[in-house]
């Protein structure tokens, strides 16, 4: 395993910067992309961004801007296998109408919420390096504790406010397959 990494970290040595987008975050419409740089023989750091300005039918929404620096040590080498990592985020949203599988936040599909979310989290993930050393896939999960403080709004009308409030919750922080290209 030693003398596999320190072959793997010599080949990608090219490697300092990469660009990528989140498949998952696609399938939401939002327009998403996000760079890593290496730091050193061991750390990246990689910053995302996503932005979803679309109202669809039944005025359904996930609008919102998000931010992401995320901060990953790579067990192996940086770019390729395991690694483990702290993130933050920072998002402006104003969703509601939207039914989401397996019973998740259950009351989005009867209402509007519309706010401000600043999250803090730990992430795992693993980077399949595909042919060439320019293209690879990468799985990352991440789960947290975020505070959010919002307006809920009553969904038939979508413009009547039933309150404010503030909460802290434990939530997923991150999750993705994404393709990413490296630059050098």
């Keep these: 395993m030693v003398l596999a990494c320190v072959l793997l970290n010599q080949s990608l040595k090219a490697q300092r910067t990469a660009i990528k987008t989140n498949a998952l975050y696609w399938t939401t419409a939002t327009f998403n992309a996000g760079v890593e740089t290496r730091l050193s023989d061991k750390w990246t750091l990689d910053v995302s961004a996503g932005y979803n300005p679309f109202t669809f039918s039944d005025n359904k ?79 990352v999960v991440g789960i947290g504790y975020g505070i959010t403080h919002y307006s809920k709004y009553a969904c038939e009308v979508c413009g009547s406010k039933m309150g404010e409030d503030t909460r802290g919750v434990f939530m997923p922080t991150k999750l993705a397959v994404s393709v990413v290209y490296y630059l050098k």
């Design 61 to 139: 929404k996930l609008k919102h801007i998000l931010i992401q620096p995320e901060v990953r040590y790579w067990l192996c080498s940086p770019f390729a296998g395991h690694f483990v990592g702290a993130n933050v985020l920072y998002s402006h949203y104003n969703a509601g109408g939207v039914k989401f599988p397996l019973g998740v936040f259950p009351s989005l599909e009867s209402h509007r919420y519309q706010g401000d979310l600043g999250a803090v989290g730990l992430v795992y993930g693993y980077s399949w390096m595909l042919p060439g050393k320019r293209w690879s896939i990468e799985g």
